[in-house]
Structures are given as C-alpha cells and as structure tokens.
C-alpha cells in the first residue's frame, strides 16, 4: 500500500505543473495590453473576451468531463492541448481584425481547451486524495493561481523584447500543449483496490464514496443551489478586480511599474489564498472555511472601496492583496465542498456544474466593468461587489452541517 500511495505525490506535482500552465488563461489582464494598442479594441470589449473565455473555460469542463468517461483521460488532454494551443497561435495570427475573431481565437477555443485540462486533472489527481481533499485542492489550484504572475509576467517581459506579443502567444501556445499533453501521459487513475488513509474530517476508505451522488442527484439539493449562488457572489469580487487590477491601481496614482507588478502580486495572493484554504478546510470542516471566506471577502471589498473613495495607493495595495487572497479560496472551496457533500465517484461531472460558478463571477465582472464605464469611477462597482458579499454571507447558514441523502 504505501509503495502504490507515495506514487500520488508525484502526480500531485505534475497536476500542479499542469495547472500552472493552464492558468494563463487568468493573466488577461495583462495579455490584452498590445490587443488594446494594436487593434483599438475597447475596455468592455476586452472585458467580455475574459468573460467569453471563463465561460467556455465552464463548458470545457462539461466536455472535459465527458470525453474522460467515455475515452480516458489521456484523450482528454490531448484534446485540451491542441484547442488551447490553437487559440492562443490562431489569436498571434490575428490581422486588422474585428474583435469577433477574438472572441472565437481566445474566448472560445482557448477557454474550452483549459475548460477541459482544469477539470480532467483535478479529477484525476483528486482521486489520489480522499482523505486530504483540502490539501489536494489548494495544491492544485495554487498552480493555477500562481500563473498569472510567472506566465504573465514573462509574457509581459516578451511583448516588450524583440520577441513581440505574436511570437510570445505563440510560444505560449506549443508551451501549454506539451506541458498538458505530457501530463495527460504520465497521470493514472488509482486502482480500485487501493485503500486510503482516513482523513481527520470523514471516514473515508477509497474514492467511491458510499455518498456519493449523481449530477441530477445534486442538482436537487438546496445546499448545491446555496453554495452555487454564493461562490458565484464571492468569486465576482476577484473576478472584477482581475478584469481591472492595473487600471484599478492606476487610478490611485500607481506608477505604470507598480500597476504592472501589482498584478503579478495579486497572482501569488490568489495562490496562497487556495492553498491556505486548503489547510485550513481540512482542519477545521467545510462550513466554518466557506464563513470564514466570505468575511475575507467582504473586508476585501470594504477596503478597496474605502482606497478608491480617498485615492489611497497603500490601501487600495491592501485591498489588492486580501482579494487575491479571498478570490484564492474559491475554487478550492469549489473542488473540496463537491467532494465532501457528493461524493468523489461522479466527482467529475459534478465539479464541471459547479465550476460554473467562475461564469457567474465572470458575468458579474462584466457588469461591473460596464457600471464603471457608466460612472467613470470605482466606488459604485465596490459598493455593489460589497453588497453581493454580504448576501452570500447569509446563504452560508442556509447549507446542511451534514451529506445530503443519498
């Protein structure tokens, strides 16, 4: 047993690579800047391309889901690969064009061949952690995080050498296919009959679940609507500020430098955030990390609404840092509460309806986006984040303390 157990963490590890490489898709931010300078394509439109692209990053993980039932998961991959690589060089080749073109290069294709990777690899690598769910999510999903500030920034390095923001999407995209593709390779599904320590949470002896329940089966549940709708209102938060993160600081008098490089802190908050999530969720239980959470998240709101309101850089600094870290717990909040309350044996389809939820956060960072264009400040789109924090905090205490019937 413990020969067949040591091997996980080596998955673990090439998961975390491959989340890194497939989290590029959240360094928008700072990919869109030669696409504004070249083609004059506006903020909102570029806005709606992340969005665009986060909601087919959500039907991705449908698909994803999918294909790894009925193919493998090695298929999967391959084919997350090439539809990631094809939106990023097809966008590299982009040539006074509409802003449609865009939106079919990255928003569609990139964002469904990420889609597909994130699911796959997080169901594959989780079936190796039953008994440390917190842990196993946060590792993962630090990967992703961390990838806006090491792909992004060595992209932003490469758009102003002579390599050119063309050949740097290029390079990106045969990077992500092979990092996927060979990920695909090297990662297995566990056996059947290995047995699993117990976590400290559950008892818990291999990944099928005896609790267990199918999408449907799920979807019937309150506490799968409340928790939906909650980490839909909390991952706006920091779905709103990635959207806008170095003009957001530009407009409190940041140097051009620091905006820039406040994005890539904004990444390591948002890993550190999933991963400390991670260990606080196995130690103290689903219900109390998803409270604490969202208070994170709505002191992370107060406190960038109060630097916007007074043009203060060192809180609006501040600010940036606390929502990278509560934007961090998301989507291991995501992973580790659909695996506690429904099991890890439809774990796959499962996750792909919840991570649904980065669309609603996503379709929120668009109407903040539109409401600051409206307004021309930022003190309304934090006022109505704030708001929609302090109503997810009420549907908290509506989700179950226990499984949902089987």
């Known amino acids: 047993m413990n020969n067949n157990l040591s091997v996980r963490y080596k998955y673990l590890l090439v998961g975390v690579i491959a989340m890194l490489f497939a989290g590029v898709l959240y360094a928008w931010s700072i990919l869109k ?36 039932k009925k193919k493998g998961h090695k298929i999967a991959l391959f084919i997350s ?47 190796w952690f039953p008994d440390k769910k917190g842990i196993c999510s946060g590792c993962l999903m630090m990967g992703f995080g961390a990838s806006a500030l090491i792909l992004g920034n060595t992209a932003n390095a490469m758009f102003e050498s002579t390599i050119g923001w063309r050949m740097t999407y290029v390079i990106l ?27 400290k949470m559950t008892k818990v002896k291999n990944s099928e679940n005896a609790q267990s329940l199918t999408s449907k089966q799920m979807l019937c549940t309150s506490s799968f ?117 429904f099991g890890m044996k439809h774990f796959s389809s499962n996750m792909a309806i919840m991570t649904f939820t980065v669309m609603g956060g996503s379709l929120i960072a668009s109407v903040s986006n539109a409401l600051y264009e409206a307004t021309g400040v930022y003190t309304s789109v934090f006022v109505m984040l704030l708001s929609l924090s302090a109503v997810a905090l009420i549907l908290n205490f509506f989700i179950r303390n226990k499984y949902p019937p089987a």
């Open 33 to 68: 800047s030669p696409l504004a300078t070249e083609f004059g394509f506006g903020a909102s439109s570029l806005a709606f391309n992340f969005t665009l692209a986060m909601s087919f990053f959500c039907i991705g993980g449908l698909l994803g889901a999918r294909i790894s």
């Open 81 to 127: 690969g090439i539809l990631s690589a094809l939106g990023f060089i097809l966008t590299s080749l982009l040539v006074n064009s509409s802003v449609i073109l865009l939106y079919i290069t990255y928003g569609i294709l990139a964002g469904l061949g990420i889609g597909i990777a994130y699911n796959v690899v997080i169901a594959t690598v989780s079936a």
């Open 173 to 199: 995209g045969v990077a992500i296919f092979i990092v996927i593709f060979v990920s695909g390779l090297i990662l297995k599904i566990p056996d059947k009959d290995i047995v699993f320590p117990n976590s």
């Open 225 to 341: 609507w409340f928790a939906f709708i909650l980490i839909s209102f909390l991952a706006a938060v920091g779905s709103s500020v990635i959207s806008f993160a170095k003009d957001l600081a530009l407009s409190v008098n940041a140097p051009q430098s620091l905006a820039v490089s406040l994005v890539g802190v904004l990444s390591v908050c948002n890993g550190l955030g999933r991963i400390i999530t991670g260990l606080i969720f196995d130690s103290i239980g689903c219900k109390k990390t998803m409270i604490c959470a969202n208070i994170l998240t709505i002191f992370a709101a107060l406190i960038t609404l109060i630097s916007v309101s007074i043009s203060s850089l060192p809180l609006c600094i501040l600010g940036l840092c606390i929502t990278g870290i509560s934007y961090g717990t998301c989507p291991t909040i995501t992973a580790a509460f659909t695996s506690m309350y």
